[in-house]
């Protein structure tokens, strides 16, 4: 008997309103205070072509991948083939009875479900069938698994925001289905759920809506967009909770501006404008669009600008899967623009911290004046995921070196310092910027992607190009101290050690601990930022072997490693890969223990 | 009052001309460009206004590095190749009493921004947008742009095998409320064309021609000045009103002026050449571009008028005091509203 420790992976086909009944169940199941994920696997695409949704339910708090499952439903009769070898043995199959099974496997149990016969006897609005018709795996598999029904219906009630009228059908078929297997499945299939309270003070809800939120908590002012899988979400989100969270009820004004720009060319531009102007602005993108915005992201790093751009990664090359996930994005946000350059990252795991980074990076930019990328994924965006409740942000906003007229009048009439634009007053190769609307006579300087002085000035004088680029180079040790700080998340003094970031988080924490099990100790690291700061120098330098942790090709993170620390450079190892699927913590061990073993 | 006996004085609000200029220019001698700057600072002086309420932006190419060459005590931002337009749909948020000047050349317009230009067309940004059009790029030495004309014969180049891109019709096209055309050597129609396009409540585009005297100023060249001089056809006489100011019409014969009253309850005055032509009439702006194109007409004056589109702004509820001077208290939602945030995906 397996018990709240197994996968159930979803085969429908898209456009067939599968994704109510599969989210209805991961709610129903987070409402039983039981630890649940779930990744939907969709095609691009509207209609017609074969989904999955893969639930993981897991009292030890693992929200990795898994890379086969316990039970299959199979709505889909072009797929289950394949499907079905994904199944664990001893697995179950759950099967629409108008599709035969196919006999290729012995090790399974078979349950064929009269999906039809179930619909009839409900005498549902016939408009509902296609929609409804999925209902009926959620009653039968409620009744299997131990599904508390009271929490299917308010999961249902939550999906369909209270209206009876939507969460009366459905529930009726989950009812009459709950009741079909109650009469004809008497064996015991061997998995269960048993409710637990491990879910209290958590929340549900998807990484671009998180960010989104967090970013609105951030005082965000203006976002401008382009429509992209799968970034989409997020800049929808903020429109959705500008008039709930950043709107006056008396007045009806809102303080946060959002424009779908026709473009992601005209998206960063408009950002760029409205963050030069004194506005916390943003814009929200994917691979291809990030690729359109380079050139303006390095006239915001030379021309001091902030701005926030989030890169919901998806699978690239080129237009490559748009509905897969990838951390394949990184170098590339390391390293866009020509010329020399340095770009904050910042590299959230989870969705309390698509929240939290969501208000730091604006926070971030404006001290630094200089744009932050947070690179998020598909897997973190488009999925729902539990997290603990949101934390209201514990520092004030911080709107940076910004001078307004009081402020140039005081510096005058103290007169130590002459302010300009790009001056290091403070050392810390941070200027002062003022911004339009400031009346100060004084105050307004021209802003250029070209060769400029302390003051503004047009200079195409060696010794000025190189002193600006060498100012801005020193922001890098100021950045090191605003960015969220690494994360040692198991020090067990071994002698190797794993880094990993984003969603790689989650296989590699499960990763570790099966490890340890099987007395193979490793230290984990997990990174939250670039710039790199002293203790992931300190981490390389305490482990014989690193391995660096992540969903790409080339392991770009070990290679930013290795360039950042060549001295270190032939200790840490690359356990990557990229199919469009995030990591399982079962390859990651195996990748290891393989690499391991060739250097012992 | 002679607008010349004037300069050297303040203005109503205490300027001179010089509180209105630039750098020195280090644009060729004799280019157009240079004269639209001095029209630039001749009617900001004259419409009173602050230069630190003006913000300038351009693209790339001789004609937006002339940003630097007027309103040098207004923010100025000089931002990528054809992608001006982006910039200011941005920044003017920030403030909504600001005025946007945004100066862009043919090849920044027509060629790589088309997009953008198109699009901040249709979206009604409140800013004057001028294209000096010389048909040619020069800071690149002498290659075609988009609004060369077919058979045009370049050093280089040889000759253009394609037909232009007209940016006039291009803007009405993309339902631009505000179309004008002038040209670089007719300095008075420039700057009461400047001065409409300051009073106008939306994105004012201004296609000047405005020749290039080192690589595009031969005599059959269309964007040439003795081309323009021979062949300028001006739709009417323009004269700028202020809002306070009497209309003194006694300068036009009754019957032949026309008027629009602009958003901020300016005039538009147009004395009759010698046809009739409706400013305020989409299909004649249309019908009028396309037989200029015919004709060989470089056609001048105010094209396109219609002073109560919406514009961007009206579709957003933003509150009297500018988005950036807004306190950081009055960006983050309380403690209530994350609690509430929290419940709702509990």
């Known amino acids: ?600 | 009052m002679d607008a010349n006996v004037k300069r050297s004085y303040p203005n109503a609000i205490g300027y001179t001309r010089s509180d209105y200029q630039g750098l020195p220019t280090t644009l060729c001698k004799g280019c157009g460009h240079n004269s639209i700057s001095n029209m630039i600072v001749s009617a900001c002086y004259e419409l009173e206004l602050q230069p630190e309420k003006i913000v300038k932006f351009s693209g790339i190419g001789c004609s937006s590095k002339s940003t630097a060459y007027f309103l040098e005590r207004s923010f100025g931002f000089n931002g990528l190749h054809g992608r001006m337009p982006s910039l200011a749909e941005g920044a003017l948020f920030a403030d909504l009493s600001l005025k946007g000047i945004g100066i862009s050349g043919d090849g920044d317009t027509a060629n790589i921004g088309l997009s953008q230009f198109k699009h901040i067309a249709r979206r009604n940004l409140p800013m004057v947008y001028i294209v000096e059009n010389n048909g040619v790029y020069g800071l690149t030495k002498g290659q075609f742009s988009a609004t060369a004309e077919k058979g045009l014969k370049l050093k280089r180049q040889g000759e253009n095998p394609y037909l232009p891109v007209d940016i006039a019709l291009e803007a009405i096209a993309a339902n631009a409320s505000f179309v004008a055309r002038s040209f670089a050597s007719d300095p008075k129609q420039v700057k009461e064309l400047i001065k409409a396009a300051l009073s106008h409540d939306g994105t004012a585009i201004l296609d000047i021609i405005s020749p290039c005297v080192t690589f595009n100023n031969q005599d059959y060249s269309l964007h040439s000045y003795s081309w323009g001089k021979g062949h300028e056809a001006p739709l009417h006489e323009v004269e700028f009103v202020p809002p306070r100011e009497e209309i003194t019409v006694d300068d036009f014969e009754r019957g032949t002026i026309k008027e629009v009253t602009m958003h901020d309850g300016s005039l538009i005055v147009f004395k009759k050449l010698e046809r009739e032509y409706d400013p305020t009439n989409r299909t004649e702006a249309i019908r009028m571009l396309e037989e200029a194109i015919r004709r060989n007409w470089l056609i001048t004056g105010l094209i396109y008028v219609d002073p109560n589109a919406p514009t961007i702004f009206d579709m957003y509820s933003l509150g009297d005091e500018p988005l950036n001077r807004l306190s950081a208290e009055k960006l983050r939602p309380d403690h209530n509203a994350l609690e509430m945030i929290n419940m709702s995906f509990s």
Not at chain 1, 46 to 63: A, D, F, N
Not at chain 1, 113 to 128: D, F, G, K, R
Not at chain 1, 547 to 572: H, S, T, W
């Open chain 1, 1 to 600: 008997m397996k018990i709240n420790e197994f996968g159930i992976a979803f085969s429908t086909i898209n456009g067939s309103g599968s994704a109510t009944a599969n989210n209805t169940i991961q709610r129903a199941i987070f409402k039983m205070g039981i630890p649940v994920s779930a990744r939907n696997i969709f095609p691009s695409n509207i209609q017609g072509m074969p989904t999955w949704y893969h639930l993981r339910v897991s009292q030890k708090e693992y929200y990795g991948r898994l890379e086969k499952e316990d039970i299959l439903i199979a709505m889909n009769p072009e797929t289950v083939a394949e499907d079905i070898k994904k199944l664990n043995p001893n697995g179950i199959l759950l099967i629409n009875s108008s599709i035969s099974p196919p006999g290729s496997r012995n090790d399974i149990s078979i349950v064929k479900m009269p999906v039809n016969e179930i619909l009839e006897a409900c005498a549902s609005p016939s408009n509902l069938g296609i929609y409804l018709a999925n209902m009926v795996y959620v009653g039968i598999l409620s009744f299997l698994i131990g599904i508390d029904l009271d929490q299917v219906e308010k999961a249902l009630e939550y999906h369909f925001n209270h209206r009876r009228s939507a969460v009366d059908p459905n529930f009726n078929v989950v009812k009459q289905a709950f009741q079909w297997a109650q009469e004809n499945l008497n064996q015991d299939y061997g998995y269960k759920l048993e409710a637990l309270d491990l879910n209290k003070g958590r929340i549900m809800i998807d990484g671009n809506t998180a960010g989104a939120i967090g970013a609105l908590f951030g005082g965000l002012q203006y976002a401008a967009w382009y429509p992209i899988t799968p970034a989409t979400g997020l800049a929808e989100a903020l429109n959705e909770y500008i008039p709930r969270l950043r709107t006056d009820p008396s007045t009806g004004s809102s303080t946060c501006v959002v424009v779908q720009a026709e473009d992601e060319l005209a998206a960063i531009g408009m950002v760029v404008g409205a963050g030069w102007a004194g506005l916390r602005s943003m814009t929200s993108t994917s691979g291809p669009g990030l690729c359109l915005m380079a050139e303006y992201l390095g006239l915001a790093y030379f021309a001091e600008v902030p701005v926030v751009i989030w890169d919901v990664q998806r699978v690239g090359p080129s237009t490559g899967l748009p509905t897969h996930t990838s951390q394949g994005d990184l170098a590339f946000s390391y390293f866009i623009s020509h010329g020399d350059k340095d770009f904050v990252i910042l590299l959230p795991s989870d969705v309390g911290e698509c929240f939290e980074f969501g208000w730091k990076a604006l926070d971030i930019a404006e001290k630094l004046q200089t744009p932050v990328l947070v690179l998020s994924d598909l897997e973190l965006g488009m999925n729902i995921w539990s997290t603990d409740r949101f934390k209201y942000p514990d520092k004030k906003i911080d709107r940076g070196k910004i001078l307004w007229e009081k402020d140039l009048e005081r510096m005058a009439k103290e007169g130590n310092k002459v302010w300009g634009r790009y001056k290091d007053l403070d050392g810390d190769g941070i200027p002062y910027r003022t911004v339009p609307g400031n009346l100060n006579a004084g105050s307004a300087y021209f802003t250029r992607g070209t060769g400029h002085d302390d003051y503004a000035h047009y200079s195409e004088e060696h010794q000025d190009w190189e002193n600006n680029l060498l100012r801005l180079k020193r922001k890098v040790e100021s950045a090191k101290e605003l960015i969220p700080q690494p994360l040692i998340v198991k020090d067990q003094k071994s002698e190797n050690g794993f880094i990993s970031y984003g969603t790689s988080n989650m296989p590699a924490l499960e990763a570790v601990d099966k490890l340890s099990e099987e007395s193979l100790p490793v230290d984990y690291l997990r990174i939250k930022a670039i710039p790199f700061t002293q203790s992931v120098e300190d981490f390389l330098q305490n482990h014989q072997n690193t391995y660096v942790i992540e969903a790409n090709r080339d392991g770009q993170m070990k290679n930013l490693l290795c360039m950042n620390f060549p001295q270190y450079a032939n200790r840490i190892h690359s356990i990557a890969r990229c199919d469009g699927l995030s990591l399982s913590a079962e390859w990651v061990c195996n990748q290891f223990k393989a690499q391991a073993g060739k250097g012992a």
